[in-house]
């Protein structure tokens, strides 16, 4: 049962400060138990990583040896009297410390999102810089081939690694096991916002289980509809340290700073120190890449910068050569795969090997996108009357469910979404990318609004990220919403991430249709 207090007669700011103050003393009821609960899976997933890391290490280093020397008796490095055995355990050391030291192994970076492997990249990168630099001062003449298998090895076995953790987390966290559970202070609005923003992005490992808005006026209702369940409201006719046994919370979310002010603030800084519950502060900015913020520190006061948009990276030299490169490898990979289906379309049904239709690209200059016909001559013809038969119209997204106008050797290519390897092609001619918004036609174009217009300001792509997160399956505002995600924080990182994730939907067939 939870306790209330009596409020305080005082109101504004001043009121809500007291309302901090008036805990600062007391014990959190039931906060060490809460603890060890919470800390439960954090400290099995961080042994994980931190004994799986020292064994990936020893394997990598142990296979570069035997590749590189055989099994033959126990070679030698030139220089220092040391054997490749004793090499190779200095560089696992070395090599885990880094790990350890870049905090590759942080909670709040591990299990989802790219920066955990680009810390696990750049600390491996940085543990052989400096086993370069004492290799020379040292005059450690080792063997170039069994430094570079090792190094290619370890990591590529650290990122598999990694993975494998990470597939694991993200089923905990899918059947409701391994989440951090968060108490969020702030307006009722807010607060919303970010109890359904964690409900539909769990891989974060964040799930609200209350919410305390710290004021003496009663919320409009006790109970939060999160999606999933329901949470309490309280209002600070509940003390804070009741509101944080109420909700079993590990981590505190401050989704609105006008609530307490600046000396409220600090004081439940204060009062959380030492509980080992998090305090987060919440800028109330969604779809933003972290590399887009920084915090910068002016004359004491920290403020939060906003960088532009990156869009204007993705039409940059790196991003063109990456494309090309990219798609003329590919195309000599799949050059077998490219005749085989155009065999197979051209004996099966009548009508062309490649389809060609027009589709927005870059700043709305149209271009014909090549694909391997999947359907009958006279399709497009069909498209309006066929989306009406399923209730939709053609101002949205239209990808057919059931669409008869698909031949059998088109219901497979499309299945595996070979029909649009042809597309490479487009890639290569510079109409498209590798990765980027799905191009769409004029009619799709003409119903944007300024934030979908947004899409046209990089060229389009084979694939993208609405594509690996539910392909055919998502709605119209959230293929937008991703699109434009992905404009505004474009990334090399991204686009690989992106890639793996196609190939992976693609073996699937996952949404496609």
């Known amino acids: 049962m939870t306790q209330l207090s009596q409020a305080p007669e005082a109101s504004g700011i001043a009121a809500r400060r007291h309302f901090v103050l008036n805990d600062s003393a007391t014990e959190i009821p039931g906060l060490r138990r809460t603890q060890q609960l919470g800390q439960d899976w954090r400290t099995r997933y961080a042994r994980i990583l931190f004994v799986g890391d020292f064994l990936v290490l020893m394997v990598a280093l142990g296979a570069a040896q ?45 299990g989802h999102g790219a920066e955990e492997y680009r810390r696990v990249v750049a600390s491996s990168c940085r543990a052989f810089a400096v086993l370069a630099v004492l290799g020379v001062a040292l005059e450690i003449n080792a063997s170039r081939l069994y430094l570079v298998i ?88 509940v003390e804070f340290a009741d509101a944080l046994s109420v909700s079993g ?88 795969l490219l005749i085989a289906t155009a065999l197979a379309v051209k004996l099966t049904s009548v009508g062309p090997v490649f389809y060609r239709q027009e589709r927005v690209g870059q700043g709305g200059q149209a271009f ?3 694909k391997f016909r999947s359907m009958r001559v006279g399709a497009d013809a069909e498209l309006e009357s066929l989306l009406a038969a399923e209730g939709k119209s053609l101002a949205e997204l239209p990808k057919l469910t059931r669409d008869p106008r698909v031949t059998r050797v088109g219901a497979f290519i499309r299945r595996f979404s070979i029909d649009e390897v042809p597309q490479l092609f487009n890639v290569l001619k510079g109409d498209m990318s590798l990765v980027g918004p799905r191009p769409q036609r004029d009619f799709e174009v003409e119903q944007y609004d300024h934030v979908a217009t947004r899409r046209l300001t990089v060229r389009p792509g084979m694939t993208g990220l609405w594509q690996v997160s539910g392909r055919s399956d998502l709605s119209y505002d959230e293929a937008i919403r991703l699109d434009v995600h992905y404009v505004e924080n474009w990334s090399i990182t991204s686009d690989l991430m992106i890639l793996w994730r196609t190939v992976r939907a693609v073996v699937a067939s996952d949404g496609a249709y």
């Open 150 to 237: 090792a190094f290619a090895l370890g990591l590529l076995l650290l990122l598999l690694e990694r993975k494998v953790a990470r597939v694991w987390l993200s089923r905990a966290r899918s059947r409701g096991r391994a989440m951090t559970k968060v108490l969020v202070i702030g307006g009722e609005r807010s607060a919303g916002q970010v109890a359904r923003w964690f409900s539909t992005h769990v891989d974060a490992g964040y799930r609200v289980s209350g919410v305390w808005i710290p004021d003496g006026a009663m919320p409009e209702a006790d109970r939060l509809d999160t999606g999933p369940s329901e949470v309490p409201v309280m209002s600070s006719l």
């Open 368 to 370: 014909g996108m090549m």
């Open 249 to 336: 919370a590990r981590a505190v979310v401050v989704t609105d700073t006008e609530h307490l002010g600046h000396e409220s603030l600090q004081d439940l800084t204060w009062r959380l120190e030492g509980t080992g519950i998090d305090l987060l502060l919440s800028p109330n900015v969604l779809d933003v890449a972290s590399s887009r913020l920084t915090l910068d520190d002016v004359s004491g006061m920290p403020l939060l910068h906003l960088s532009e948009p990156q869009y204007s990276g993705a039409g940059r030299l790196g991003k063109t050569l990456f494309d090309r490169i990219g798609a003329c490898l590919l195309i000599v990979v799949l050059g077998p």
């Open 66 to 110: 035997v590749v590189r020397f055989g099994v033959s008796p126990e070679p030698r490095v030139d220089g220092p009297h040391i054997s490749y055995l004793a090499l190779g355990a200095i560089l696992v050391g070395v090599w885990w410390t880094s790990l350890q030291i870049h905090q590759t192994r942080k909670l709040r970076v591990v």
